[in-house]
């Protein structure tokens, strides 16, 4: 039998196109490649920035065999921006991961960040958007398999699901979190799209794909604002590094390669965190009246000069009174400038009021005079007496060491018994305290306090744009010390308030985002689940009224109810069991459980012969199984998942309902099917 020409085969004809693209995409990598700058630079540092910038440009337009280059195509009814005349021809458009073009310049992929692909993402039945036809494709590996079209400015087809989406949504994921840029859908291109003056907070169960929304944010912004983020730069902010690991190939899969991702411990790491703090101590340590506290201790190092200041100069005095020293220190202090930046000052102050003695007196001193004068050893000793240098990790130091101290500048602010939960050795403890800033055992708190009393001395640097993950986990004093990097910019807060599993976790998002310094973020909300199978997100929002009263359950919108069992066992033996059953299902297995449990079932699964993985590691064809701790679980996600003992879970967190966030968190991992196996009863919130 003859094969179809290629002409009257429309998957032939996207093969080819594919093809074609894939063979753009190598020939602009081989141009830039192929740059020879030996005669355009100046000198050896632009030589070296140019080098840098094709390195960049090289990696960037690397062909990933395994990622669709396209996955959609969009056929306008008219040119875009053209006037909608009749008869007027319309235009065709590739919508990709990011821009391909020919030999010519003209594109043969567009960006999906470009104004022109919006309406693959947004475009209704209702809302046609001037598209004729939006096509989907399916791949399989890097293959392209399929195509299904929606002609919306048909009045004569009915509005339906879309069975490629829905196979997308669904499909199984193996090694690190896959970016959602082909099923984005139009409650979160909105979020994704929104401006780059404006700090957005998505609050978000399980499932509903805020964290590739925030990381699709951040791809957006660096296409839509480029020059001014090259300038200002970008972070990503995760709770732990396995999490960032899980989610890194994100965004270079988006061809963006210029994000820092970093942990709020990594923000603060002026000292070496050692220690750790219980609870209680750790709650007031992260809450937002320690600042004030802060604020006074460093501030309390000025004082009054009580003796008048005389500057010699070759054989002239210059005598300033103690009162005109002091409306100097007064002024700079009203001025509420930064305790270093007004410490630099004093000394311009100083020597300028020197300056119009000299110029009374007829002398025509100019600034190089007064910059000597503000070096004069005299005034030295003076801006030292008056407003002695400020060590931001010593300050700290005596505040949780020195209870006279603390007692001084915590007065009505926080109570005794909060001020002998923080010090490290309170009196009659019979404990000695850190005798240096290198002795003392830091925790990640401290580490957070030293971070605010540094802001307090010397200004944060900040960013043109923070993304702020898993949120609700933050005390008030880290929203402080994230809020500091984004002071002149904007942030995208990602986080749900069910999932929150500290005992500071966040109460309301309008209160974080205050102490974020962002008041006037919009907030909002996604409710449509993707990733979680509706029969699992049914049974664990059952622990809702319980961990967050108010917040409305997420909605799986997925077509397959997926696999969930509720199995009673005797031991760990028939859980090792339940993930060689689930481990014959194509895609990634995790089995989650307590902290305390990890090491046992370890065991049980090297006894059994089943390699297993920690957080973070990338599965591989050979292993696929993660044995995950339930305080790692945060974020991460697996086709299938075994929880092992859920009353082990809540029994391993300081307090109930923590523990049942935990179990919440926990519950919601699966992407196609949950297996719940215990030997003691389940929590009473879920039967």
Not at 189 to 206: H, K
Not at 473 to 495: E, F, I, K, W
Not at 642 to 670: F, I, K, N, S, W
Request: net charge negative; charged share 25%; aromatic share 4%.
């Amino acid at each position: 039998m003859p094969s179809t020409p290629v002409d009257d085969d429309p998957l032939a004809r996207e093969r080819a196109h594919l093809a074609a693209s894939r063979g753009a995409l190598r020939a602009m990598r081989e141009d830039a490649e192929s740059l020879d700058i030996s005669d355009v630079t100046a000198n050896w540092v632009n030589a070296q920035i140019l080098e840098r910038q094709i390195e960049e440009r090289i990696k960037a337009l690397a062909d990933l065999s395994d990622t669709p280059l396209f996955f959609g195509r969009l056929d306008y009814l008219h040119a875009p921006g053209a006037e909608q005349a009749e008869g007027a021809e319309g235009e065709q458009f590739y919508i990709g991961r990011r821009h391909v073009h020919d030999g010519d310049g003209d594109p043969m992929v567009i960006d999906w960040r470009a104004p022109v692909s919006q309406p693959f993402y947004r475009a209704s039945k209702k809302d046609p958007m001037d598209v004729g036809l939006r096509r989907r494709f399916g791949y399989t590996g890097g293959a392209l398999t399929a195509y299904e079209d929606e002609h919306l400015s048909d009045p004569a087809e009915a509005a339906r699901t879309s069975k490629l989406l829905q196979r997308e949504i669904e499909r199984p994921r193996v090694g690190p979190m896959r970016d959602i840029v082909a099923t984005i859908q139009p409650e979160q291109d909105e979020i994704v799209r929104s401006g780059l003056g404006g700090t957005v907070c998505v609050q978000g169960g399980p499932g509903t794909g805020k964290t590739a929304v925030g990381l699709h944010r951040v791809a957006y912004l660096l296409y839509a604002h480029r020059e001014r983020l090259a300038r200002t730069g970008t972070l990503v902010i995760g709770p732990n590094r396995s999490f960032l690991h899980y989610i890194e190939q994100v965004l270079p899969a988006l061809g963006e390669l210029a994000v820092r991702q970093g942990t709020v411990d990594d923000l603060v790491a002026h000292v070496e965190v050692r220690g750790t703090d219980d609870a209680a101590a750790a709650v007031v340590k992260g809450d937002a009246r320690m600042a004030e506290v802060l604020r006074r201790a460093v501030y309390s190092h000025v004082s009054m000069p009580s003796e008048p200041l005389v500057v010699v100069r070759g054989s002239r005095r210059w005598r300033l009174p103690a009162y005109e020293l002091e409306e100097m220190v007064r002024e700079l202090l009203d001025r509420d400038i930064r305790y270093g930046a007004a410490r630099e000052a004093l000394p311009q102050r100083i020597a300028h009021a020197v300056l119009v003695q000299m110029e009374r007196s007829g002398e025509a001193p100019d600034d190089r005079v007064q910059d000597a004068v503000a070096r004069n050893s005299a005034v030295k000793a003076a801006v030292k007496e008056v407003w002695p240098a400020v060590d931001p990790a010593k300050l700290v130091l005596r505040l949780l060491t020195d209870a006279d101290f603390l007692a001084e500048h915590a007065k009505g602010v926080l109570s005794e018994d909060e001020q002998k939960t923080i010090l490290w050795a309170p009196p009659g403890s019979g404990r000695r305290p850190a005798r240096s800033v290198k002795a003392a055992r830091w925790s990640a708190a401290d580490a957070v306090l030293i971070d605010e009393a540094t802001d307090i001395v010397e200004r944060t640097h900040s960013l043109g744009h923070v993304v702020l993950d898993e949120a609700q986990d933050l005390s008030p004093m880290q929203y402080r010390a994230v809020g500091r990097r984004c002071t002149t910019g904007s942030a995208t807060v990602l986080g749900d308030l069910a999932q929150g599993t500290t005992p500071w976790a966040t109460r309301s998002w309008q209160e974080a985002l205050g102490h974020l310094g962002k008041a006037d973020a919009v907030i909002e909300e996604l409710t449509a689940g993707f990733r979680v199978p509706t029969d699992v997100i049914t049974y664990a929002s059952r622990l809702l009224p319980h961990i967050a009263p108010g917040l409305t359950p997420v909605a799986s919108v997925r077509e397959n109810p997926g696999f969930f069992d509720l199995r009673p066992v005797t031991g760990t033996a028939e859980t090792v069991a339940a993930c060689e059953e689930l481990l014959r299902n194509e895609g990634s297995t995790g089995l989650i459980a307590a902290d305390a449990r990890i090491p046992a079932l370890a065991e049980a699964l090297t006894a059994s012969g089943i390699g297993h993985l920690a957080p973070g590691e990338e599965t591989t064809a050979e292993t696929r199984l993660t044995l995950v701790p339930a305080s790692l679980a945060k974020g991460l996600e697996y086709d299938y998942v075994v929880l092992d003992e859920p009353q082990a879970v809540v029994d391993g967190e300081p307090d109930e309902r923590t523990g049942l966030r935990r179990l919440y968190v926990a519950l919601t991992r699966a992407v196609s099917g949950l297996i719940v196996t215990h030997t003691t009863p389940l929590p009473p919130q879920l039967t």
